[in-house]
């Protein structure tokens, strides 16, 4: 296969584990006698600093143009410090997202049995996870009418959904149900929340479509309760754009690090992948980030195109590495392996 | 002293746990020698199924006229199941905080050493927390315009604060970081919402009127990580109302039950007192639930009213519950013990 993939390393530590992606599309590349042409783009802070936008329009011409993008992480504290700045990082992904249409952001969460003593959590609780995350995610409070009235001094954000944007992540999250134990839980706040009654009232309709699966409701800040205490009870979680933001971060904790878990971005016509995890400033250059989110997105990224025996042989060389040992500190305080290192070992071991 | 004090049992296990704060009430009452006089009123399910709505003129009344609201647990699964319905109970309390401008929510959320062998998480992470959440209570995303277009079925909520709110919740929380470890982080999503720019910028300036206390600020998603990773590091929590109920829940997993946390609802005229934890419907009548969040909430309202021993007392005979494992089911699984027990134990220890 031949696939032109678009890389938006971003800022912090998102160059250095997109690379170690790369390095391993490289290694599937060989292996299974495919070609991936790679075109690299700025975003967020770089892309501020070099061109005075967090999305260049050149950035947005190259995603377009691509079957598929591998973005690596977005933010800078010198932003988050001023809440009088007119541009951001984060802009440049949140337009990216809308201008292609990503609406459903898909989030695994898995506890690795090799890595489930790194866990904060009790190991019972934890031990069985396997759910999955769809969080719509070019909609609701992200994306409606904001405002600042200079004179009352009064901010507003406006969180908007209709019955279409629910309705085609709805399929999707059913669809996916279907394959894995048949139960979708949305999460919501429809005790007060009016979006989050029409949310349920679509999901109650699409329902009927799929009388095999099982349907339930949990309130959002249950949800948050439920995800520490018992997540073996989920199966695909399905959620809107803030409140999935907050639980899939949460879910990371389940894995032992959120230096693991990998994303996809879908749409109609496009799809990103990109790490859950954050850019992390701090880690940068010190080769102590974590690749294997970025790298198990890649995975994602193969098996978005069907590709599931190398998605397989990506996965595999991953466990490989929890098996060996050969994981960055977050995940073993005492490990001597960074982020190249790991990168490398899992490229190697994917055959 | 003497005080009215409306009673809101309200639904589920609600009315039982609130039976227990006022033995307790009532032992403080003789042991201390004050007056408390209790007025019973209708909310929630039950005010909707003999009143038709979920709160009364009467109660509202009620609670108008008293010196403190001891308010128990709302919400029943016939009205969550139905999204087109015109009626439900949490809409009692909505507009019962509204009405008496309850617009801080206080929510302590402690590890109690004789408990820590119950939380699920680690225990060296956990065994230091000792932080508060101020919450906001009556505005944000709780409170604005919902509509629902029947025609393109598009739903909206609007999430919108002044400075005047942001203001008046940020003065309590920097006062009562003064009298702790000095230190507020507020929770937002900065990186995407206006409102969250403006607590930003109302903190940063009102920050300058309290030198002696570190500000910090935290994206909700690393937020949410963080309570469970590394909950020592916060002191006072300041945050919108839906990030509070979210990280407030979250953070009830760290007590080892959100059978245990208890909260203050307060304002310039008014002040309520109720546990975090929701109606739990499937354990009513049961004489299962643990009755601590209200035991501890009825301690809050001691406190309030500079009842400072009283108050002790009340934690001293709750914390001697704990040491002698007078606790309920949620607590220790093999526990015979029940609501009234408990109840009776802590009111009868109070001294
Ligand atoms: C960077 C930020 C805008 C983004 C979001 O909130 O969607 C991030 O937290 C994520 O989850 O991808
Ligand atoms: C019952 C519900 C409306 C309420 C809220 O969301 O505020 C509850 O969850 C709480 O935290 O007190």
Known sequence: ???????????????????????????????????????????????????????????????????????????????????????????????????????????????FPALIKQSPLNKKLIKDTDLVIYRELSGGIYYGNKSIDSGTNV???????????????????????????????????????????????????????????????????????????????????LTDNMFGDILSDQGSVLAGSIGLLPSASVGTEHAMFEPIHGSYPDAKDKNIANPVAAILSAGMLLQHFKLNEEADALVAAVLKSFSKKIVTPDIMGSSKYGTNYVGDFIADNIM
């Open 155 to 237: 901010a507003t954000d406006t969180c908007s959904y209709s019955e279409e944007e629910i309705s085609r992540i709805t399929h999707l999250a059913f669809k996916a149900a279907k394959n894995r134990r048949k139960k979708v839980t949305l999460v919501d706040k429809a005790n007060v929340l009016e979006t989050s009654r029409l949310w349920r009232r679509v999901l109650n309709s699409i329902a009927q479509s799929y009388p095999e699966i099982e349907l339930e409701t949990l309130f959002i800040d249950n949800a948050a309760v439920q995800m520490i205490l018992n997540p073996s009870q989920f199966d695909v979680i």
């Open 1 to 111: 296969m031949r696939l032109d993939i678009a890389v938006l390393g971003g800022d912090g530590i998102g160059p250095e584990v997109v690379a170690q992606s790369l390095k391993c599309l490289r290694s599937v590349e060989e292996t299974f006698g495919h070609t991936f042409r790679f075109k690299k783009a700025l975003i967020g802070a770089e892309a501020i600093d070099k061109k005075g936008t967090p999305l260049p329009d050149e950035t947005l011409k190259i995603c377009k143009n691509s079957d598929a993008i591998l973005f690596g992480a977005i933010g800078m504290p010198k932003f988050d410090g001023n809440p009088n700045a007119k541009v951001w990082p984060e802009q440049g992904l949140l337009k990216l997202r809308k201008e292609l249409d990503l609406f459903a952001n898909i989030r695994p969460v898995k506890v």
